[in-house]
């Protein structure tokens, strides 16, 4: 293996190839500039940028190359003392150096030095304050005030203050607490975000990349998307790489009902978290692992508490969870919430491994690749890898995975990286990205490295994101939902940019939602699709265009949406747009929604029966429209005879009077019925009376 370190074999950010050969997220291919930092630029090249990007009269790589080598600025700010001591302060109290607990923790004494150090000058504590105004972290929410001490940090060229201003003046608008109907400034938008993105914010690094993919504001570019999202990229991959475990990434939608009418399942956060602890502490071993996770990485709520995971994988191993005590062995390897120790974590691997665990039989190979507790036998891990990796285990392929790269078989180590992946390993996603984009094994695919890398981008921490907004709207905060949401649609979270669009279509914000909706349908989801051709069928949002919706519409039937296929079919039953009325097909589309879903079976059965009685109809009109002819003269209202294809969407602009009709019909025909029977019974009793 050449002068390989081993330590690079398995961590993933870090690929060994051979002994001139490394991997990192550093080194490019020939596709990308040599600087490895963001593109960056000021406002008044950005414009200019802008305006040629929009004329699309750049080639893609002029394009970036321009993006690339505009100026920069910088910020020099002088913060008073007592400030800086006041923040120092404020961090002590809380005990973390995670900008999120920042924002989370409600403690009154962090809060206060929080606000001392604000009101002393301090960017950061502006920021965090403003933070906690806008999004009522740990305060009463309060969102002008919040965006002034956002802004006033902004000022001070604050990133993560950047980022959201860029969100205020984007989709926003810069009103108070709502979202505007309006399409957002774009151009003021993506000014403030490269500006946090140079500024150093990672997540306004992702929101310049999800630009680059969808062309907003800029031109396309795989290339800066993917430039965009490396620094993000690698910050988790370090994480992982030290034992950290991403958190657990929330995929709530919301639907259509529950947007209009709130959130009424009454399942919140905190029922789950408490059911986990209930059943852990009366012995259930299921809930002690799973409550052991979410005090691992944090999730749900339940903040980072490692000694408090490591305690309950204690208590589940010694009740016979395998995968618990192999866990644990791991805790021992990285002292996480224990003291490290090789021997015990050897010891633990052990007892997972006898007892053919996965996770164990990996574990064991893994110490045996590090000489941990025992001497370092690379052959020996191997085999125990294989092992593992047939036993179900995603970390022996990604280990598998890494042993072929050392050999030089690009072949198989994309293999195994493809087998961890698809059990969602982020390391196999993050050298999957890599191996695309330097052509390792396979040929050099931008677009295939973006998708690997997004990937990996939507387990950092920001993905807590959706857990906030879903949270606020099950409070009925719905402003904020939609503020968190949209946070996250813009740094290309899918479930972020669905759910931001749905509340947003629920309050009226039709322009608004459509923006959302788009960058889901450019992700390929079915249901935005969907929803953005029954805005060109209605006009709401955008123009009406059928030819647009069609277009949709078949391209969400194609992935395979029940909803479309119905749309398509009232498209052709009824002649809607530039079709003529086509039972045949109708009937096919309705057929095939009824197929694909139990839950569109009726609906789907009800369009058929009205299409077979417009076909008896038609068959009949001449007949009946006589008798319906009379009985509008008698009710003494002006008749005017249709045509028998124009009859279904008469009944339906006039459905109102049709109902009064039909119901004073069936009680004439209840009356003649009843009088029938008076007059039968009474010719029975003279009968009966005559004899």
Known sequence: MGRCPTILLIIGFCICVNENLVICNGDQSNDLSENAQPPMEDSQELQQLIKISEARELAEEEAFRRLSSAGQTKWTVRVPEAAEAAWIRARRLLDTESDQDIMENDDVSAISEIQNAASLGHPAAKRELGLMYKYGRGVKADFIRGRKLLEDAAGAGDGVALRERALDVGVFAGQPGTASNALPNDIS??????????????????????????????????????????????????????GLGPPLLERRPISKEQAVNGDTSGRRYEDLVGFY?????????????????????????????????????????????????????????????????????????????????????????????????????????????????ELGSADAQFNLGAISLAKNAYGMALHHFQQAANSGHLLALYNLAMMHLNGFGTQRNCAIASQFLRAVVERGPWGNLLVEGFSNFQQGDVDTAIRVYSAAADMGMEIGQVNAAELLLAGGKHEAALRMFRMAADNGNVEARLRIAQGHLLGQG???????????????????????????GMMHHFGWGNHDRDFVLARRFYDQAAEISPGTALPSKLLVNLMQSQVWWEQKAPQIDKHVAMFWKVMGIPYQTLPAKEWPMFVVNNWDFMLMGALATCVLFLLEIRGRAIREARRQTNMNTGA
């Open 189 to 242: 938008a993506l000014i403030y975000t490269n500006m946090a993105a140079r500024a150093g914010d990672i997540q306004a690094q992702i929101m310049m990349s999800n630009r680059f993919k969808h062309g907003l504001g800029v031109q396309r570019s795989c290339r800066a998307e993917v430039r965009y999202l490396l620094p993000a990229a690698k910050s988790i991959a370090d994480m992982v790489q030290l």
């Open 542 to 568: 955008t123009e009406e265009d059928m030819e647009a919706a069609e277009e949709l519409l078949r391209e969400a039937a194609g992935g395979r949406s029940p909803e479309a296929m119905i749309h398509l």
């Open 277 to 389: 602890r209930y059943s852990a502490e009366h012995g259930d071993v299921s809930a002690m692992f799973a409550l052991s996770l979410l005090y691992l990485n944090g999730a749900y709520g339940v903040k980072a508490n490692p000694k408090e995971a490591a305690t309950l994988l204690k208590q589940a191993s010694d009740k016979g969870d395998m995968g618990a005590t192999a866990q644990l062995g791991f805790l021992y390897v990285f002292g996480r919430g224990v003291s490290a120790n090789n021997d015990t974590a050897l010891e633990l691997f052990n007892t997972a491994a006898v007892k053919n665990h996965a996770d164990g039989v990996n574990g064991r190979g893994f110490a045996k690749l590090y000489g941990i507790g025992t001497s370092v036998d690379l052959v020996e891990a191997e085999k125990l890898f294989k092992k593992a990796a």
